[in-house]
């Protein structure tokens, strides 16, 4: 019973910051851009609930407003990372011989630079903005899909059915297609609803460096970043904002142990 509240409140976490995303004008009524600086620095209360920031915006209303471009970038990251991971591994584990050595040295080599690195190096390539901060992200997680992909793919690939649909004349791309693909993408989305959480921190942290969106954008890292030399007077500008992160990297965690279990 306590494992499935658990889940059941993920879900919630998640769903919430999906409305926000989706419909912010339900949630508040505040500009999250406009201030008003006779009220900067107020402390939570019923007019402000988490308070508002060094030049009177309204803090809750700027992380409804900001959840578009976390949850969007993040979308965008496990995109990149799924797809052509996905793809790298059913290529790896189906063909086999050269073409799989050379896939998983490279994955290797990938895997061996920390996420944040990679990240950091592509955004230097592409140059800062949230959209190029979100492909960072996706890039940097193509290793773990395509590992993960690749396995699953030579354990279905060896299974009796799909021997069976070899056996009784089924053409390569159609059995993989129908059968391997469908098999093999179990663990691939729960790893995928984990990413999802890792790629909203990893986005958090590179806008807190200052890689993401451009200030007045409300995005959660750079909330936080903004917050910080407040952070010894108004606790709530970092606090607040980095507990809504906390608890969305925990729900889609939570969400993804729970697909793992089912698979």
């Known amino acids: 019973m306590r494992r499935r509240g658990g889940l059941v409140l993920a ?6 910051a999906l409305f926000w995303a989706v419909v912010p004008g339900l949630f508040t009524g505040y500009d999250p851009i406009a201030g008003v600086p006779a009220e900067k620095l ?3 209360s019923a ?15 700027r ?34 011989g050269v073409p799989d050595e050379a896939v998983m040295r490279i ?24 959209v190029n901060v979100a492909i960072a992200v996706g890039v940097g997680s193509v290793a773990a899909f395509a ?19 070899f056996g009784s004349g089924g053409r390569f791309p159609a059995v993989l297609w129908r059968h391997i693909l469908p098999n093999s993408l ?8 984990l990413q999802f959480g890792m790629a909203i921190l990893a986005i958090s942290t590179l806008g807190f460096l200052g890689y993401g969106a451009e200030p ?8 936080i970043s903004e917050g910080r030399n407040y952070l010894a007077t108004s606790w709530w500008l970092t606090t607040l904002p980095g507990a809504v992160v906390v608890a969305v990297v925990l729900a889609a965690g939570r969400i993804s142990r729970s697909i793992g279990r089912h698979e």
């Open 216 to 223: 007045p954008t409300p995005e959660w890292g750079l909330l």
């Open 147 to 165: 590992r993960l992909s690749r396995s699953e793919v030579v354990r279905v690939r060896r299974t009796d059915y799909v021997e069976a649909a």
């Open 47 to 61: 007019y402000h609930l988490f308070g508002t920031d060094a030049v009177g915006r309204d803090l809750f209303a």
């Open 186 to 193: 179990g663990p691939v989305i729960a790893l995928a609803a």
């Open 11 to 16: 879900w919630a976490v998640i769903g919430l």
């Open 63 to 96: 992380v409804v407003h900001g959840s578009v471009h976390s949850l969007s970038g993040a979308f965008v990251a496990v995109a990149v990372g799924l797809v052509l991971g996905t793809l790298l591994g059913l290529l790896a584990g189906s063909v086999g």
């Open 42 to 44: 107020q402390a939570p």
């Open 107 to 130: 994955v290797d080599v990938l895997l061996s630079v920390p996420g944040l690195l990679l990240a950091l190096t592509v955004i230097i390539l592409l140059g800062p903005g949230t």
